[in-house]
């Protein structure tokens, strides 16, 4: 059992590397499939990737609550450290959370179990930080929309390999829908609700 003493340690400066993390984050939502890099976490459960850590340090707090999938719950150990660092509720119910953490893509519930917000409160949807294989190898995946400059290349190794095709359930809920940041180690990419996205070959 872990003990407070025995949890990973958070941001090594929290106030800086907080700051450093959520512009990080402001400019993969402005910037739509560019890459971002973010302050390293100093300590992290087993099951949470450093980028993902980094993300709730920054966005999580007591009002923001959490649903964690099979991956991030096998142990007490992912939900001992968010609510040691970060207050954030850790919830059963995916309807009503705030984020969701996504460490075993494979096995991603459908989006419909998910918060997609109101027309008047868009908001009040979940945002899924979905770890992944790599940012920088797989299937190449084209991204329009606005902060996106004509058209933007990504590359992505993950599954399901239908996550994308998912996501354009977005294009008939908005303003309403789901918004998404991958993670792989210490990078991060985000596909906000505004994005258009379509497979590319090659």
């Known amino acids: 059992m872990t003990t407070v003493a025995e949890l990973p340690a958070g941001f090594a400066d929290k106030v800086l590397s907080a700051q450093s993390t959520f512009?990080?984050?402001m400019d993969a939502m402005a910037r739509p499939g560019s890459v971002q890099r973010i302050a390293a976490v100093s300590g992290t459960p087993g099951t949470m990737m450093r980028?993902?850590?980094?993300?709730?340090?920054?966005?999580f707090d007591h009002d923001t609550p959490v649903w964690?999938?099979?991956?991030?719950?096998?142990?007490?150990?992912?939900?001992k450290w968010l609510k040691f660092h970060t207050s954030a509720p850790v919830i059963a119910d995916s309807s009503i959370s705030s984020f969701a953490l996504i460490g075993?893509?494979?096995y991603l519930p459908a989006l419909e179990y998910f918060a997609f917000g109101s027309n008047e409160y868009p908001d009040r949807s979940t945002t899924l930080i979905?770890?992944?294989e790599s940012l920088a190898q797989g299937p190449s995946l084209e991204l329009r929309g606005p902060g996106?400059?004509?058209?933007?290349?990504?590359?992505?190794?993950?599954?399901?390999?239908?996550?994308?095709?998912?996501?354009?359930?977005?294009?008939?809920?908005?303003?309403?829908?789901?918004?998404?940041?991958?993670?792989?180690?210490d990078a991060i990419v985000a596909i906000p609700r505004t994005a258009r996205l379509a497979a590319r070959e090659g």
Do not use: H
Request: charged fraction near 20%; aromatic fraction near 2%.
């Open 23 to 25: 512009r990080s984050v």
């Open 51 to 59: 980028g993902t850590a980094a993300v709730a340090l920054t966005l």
């Open 68 to 79: 964690l999938d099979k991956r991030m719950s096998a142990t007490p150990d992912v939900a």
């Open 104 to 106: 075993d893509p494979q």
């Open 130 to 132: 979905l770890q992944v």
């Open 148 to 185: 996106i400059d004509g058209a933007v290349i990504l590359r992505v190794s993950t599954q399901p390999q239908d996550l994308f095709e998912r996501l354009a359930i977005n294009v008939s809920l908005f303003p309403r829908g789901i918004d998404v940041v991958l993670v792989d180690d």
